[in-house]
């Protein structure tokens, strides 16, 4: 396993690679299979991680999800408080086994009690709805990163799984 940074962390932020396959396939795409395109990981895996993270004892999560997920993630963090369950409306999105459009996922906000106090110059600015268009598989939008950043400026963070690294927090995953 890469190795965590040696700090504690009062906000992880985190976009999990959940186990599962691609929807339906096209024929316009011969070459392509079931499989994502990077390495997924089991429930218990995921969970094994978040426990691992090395976290100041007043601590809150934000983890990504989608509705084939939802209720196994509110069950994997259990010991934590649920706060909220922001929705991404991504504007597009994909029509699996070529049913209804999928245009939105969930990012869940936990913590442990007591809650962390937020910035008094965000307190009801951002809304349970977040809508910027999706333009790259995985990749999150860009409004989350500001709340989290607006609502806790002062606050050690992290990003588990993260793809690319962003200045003010560390990173942590295969792909930086």
Sequence with gaps: MI??????????????????????????????????????LSLEEIKEIFMLCPKS???????????????ETEKLFNDYKLHARLIWDKCNGVAPAFTIRY??????????????KIDKNYRGFYTTVMREYSTKHSRKPEIAYQMIE????????IELFARKKREGWDAWGNEV
């Design 57 to 71: 004892i007043n601590h809150t999560i934000f983890v990504w999800t989608i509705d084939k997920f939802l209720f």
């Design 103 to 116: 245009t939105h996922e969930y990012l869940l906000w936990f913590y442990k009690s007591p809650m962390m």
């Design 3 to 40: 190795p965590f940074p040696n700090k504690k962390y009062q906000i992880i932020y985190a976009d999990p690679p959940w186990e599962q396959k691609k929807g339906g396939l096209r024929k316009c795409r011969p070459n392509q299979n079931r499989l994502l395109d990077y390495p997924v």
């Design 150 to 157: 607006n609502l806790y400026p002062n606050t050690d963070k």
